[in-house]
């Protein structure tokens, strides 16, 4: 008697799982490519928002899904490998509860300074910031946020001293920063474009390996006489551990397709993002890497979650 051969994949809809509440780059990056899948596969892709607990409660229940390719999650650098310094009781584990499938976008952080602030280069501003240990005030989007964990892995690098003030989001740490209450910010491009562009706020540097097509005046942390530094914000989507490897890859090679594509490549450009395809191996293993680099900078800036 022969036997019954599964359907082949996918058969029913897909469920990408956010744990983050809509309209931030990780919903965003998830919708556009849900629409791509949609689009190449004739199935529905549901974008379900999981918010809570800095993600860790969304990424924590795809983990405990079967295993079978219909429940995805876009995580970052935070649900990915920040959480598992910053949450002393984590409910899952990136590297082994997850098949790493796809990765999607990088956002590159800018520094960015009140024009009244006199450093007019990063050497300047670590020469400031070293004249006046604890004097100089950063801003960012909250404890343990991706503003506050670059910040604190530049203080690091330079040897600086400065004052963290957390704001509840990027939006009223831009608001302070250009009213002066506070006097850097390490933040995503394009929540400070329009700002730098009419003079309001000044760029000194950007965390990205290469400088931005955006800002290309612009050096990078690198350039600046500190290499080695990289300080980027990533996404990419994984699937529960011992999802099968034939999914994975369909999964991995029709993704890699869209980010391909002009029309994806533009639409991530126009929400500050670059386009990252590459194998599952490379995503896997920039996960275990970034867990690693993060771990010091949360130790030593005694990063802890709101």
Not at 267 to 275: I, K, N, P
């Given at each position: 008697m022969?036997?019954?051969?599964?359907?082949a994949?996918?058969?029913?809809?897909?469920?990408?799982?956010?744990?983050?509440?809509?309209?931030?780059?990780?919903?965003?990056?998830?919708?556009?490519?849900?629409q791509?899948?949609?689009?190449?596969?004739g199935?529905?892709?549901?974008?379900?928002?999981?918010?809570?607990?800095?993600?860790?409660?969304?990424?924590?229940?795809?983990?405990?899904?079967?295993?079978?390719?219909?429940?995805?999650?876009?995580?970052?650098?935070?649900?990915?490998a920040?959480?598992?310094?910053?949450?002393?009781k984590?409910p899952?584990?990136?590297?082994?509860?997850?098949?790493?499938?796809?990765?999607?976008?990088?956002?590159?952080?800018?520094?960015?300074?009140?024009?009244a602030?006199?450093?007019?280069?990063?050497?300047?501003?670590?020469?400031?910031?070293?004249?006046?240990?604890?004097q100089?005030?950063?801003?960012?989007?909250?404890?343990?946020?991706?503003?506050?964990?670059?910040?604190?892995?530049?203080?690091?690098?330079?040897?600086?001293?400065?004052?963290?003030?957390?704001?509840?989001g990027?939006?009223?740490?831009?608001?302070?920063?250009?009213?002066g209450?506070?006097?850097?910010?390490?933040?995503?491009?394009?929540?400070?474009?329009?700002?730098?562009?009419?003079?309001?706020?000044?760029?000194?540097?950007?965390?990205?390996?290469?400088?931005?097509?955006?800002?290309?005046?612009?050096?990078?942390?690198a350039?600046?006489?500190?290499?080695?530094f990289?300080?980027?914000?990533?996404?990419?989507?994984?699937?529960?551990?011992?999802?099968?490897?034939?999914?994975?890859?369909?999964?991995?090679?029709?993704?890699?397709?869209?980010l391909?594509?002009?029309?994806?490549?533009s639409?991530?450009?126009?929400?500050?993002?670059?386009?990252t395809?590459?194998t599952?191996?490379v995503f896997?293993?920039?996960?275990?890497?970034?867990?690693?680099?993060?771990?010091?900078?949360?130790?030593?800036?005694r990063?802890?979650?709101?």
């Open positions: 022969a036997q019954a051969q599964p359907a994949y996918p058969s029913k809809p897909i469920r990408i799982v956010v744990p983050f509440t809509p309209g931030g780059s990780t919903d965003i990056l998830a919708r556009a490519i849900g791509e899948l949609t689009k190449a596969w199935q529905s892709v549901i974008v379900d928002n999981v918010p809570g607990a800095g993600g860790a409660i969304g990424a924590d229940k795809v983990a405990k899904a079967p295993a079978d390719g219909y429940t995805l999650l876009m995580g970052h650098i935070g649900t990915l920040v959480n598992p310094s910053l949450y002393p984590l899952y584990n990136p590297v082994k509860d997850f098949a790493p499938v796809a990765w999607v976008a990088r956002v590159p952080n800018v520094l960015v300074v009140h024009p602030v006199p450093a007019k280069n990063l050497k300047e501003l670590v020469a400031l910031a070293k004249a006046r240990p604890g100089l005030n950063y801003g960012s989007g909250g404890n343990g946020s991706a503003a506050n964990l670059a910040t604190e892995y530049f203080k690091l690098q330079t040897g600086t001293s400065l004052l963290h003030i957390p704001y509840r990027t939006a009223p740490a831009v608001t302070d920063l250009m009213g209450q506070i006097q850097l910010l390490f933040t995503g491009a394009p929540a400070v474009m329009s700002q730098l562009k009419n003079g309001q706020l000044r760029a000194l540097a950007v965390s990205s390996p290469q400088r931005l097509d955006a800002l290309p005046e612009v050096p990078t942390v350039e600046s006489g500190y290499k080695g990289e300080a980027d914000q990533w996404y990419g989507v994984v699937a529960p551990a011992g999802t099968p490897r034939e999914i994975v890859a369909k999964l991995n090679d029709q993704i890699n397709q869209a391909n594509a002009p029309a994806l490549r639409r991530l450009t126009a929400e500050g993002a670059v386009a395809p590459s599952p191996e896997g293993k920039l996960i275990e890497t970034e867990i690693g680099r993060w771990k010091p900078v949360i130790g030593s800036g990063v802890r979650a709101d």
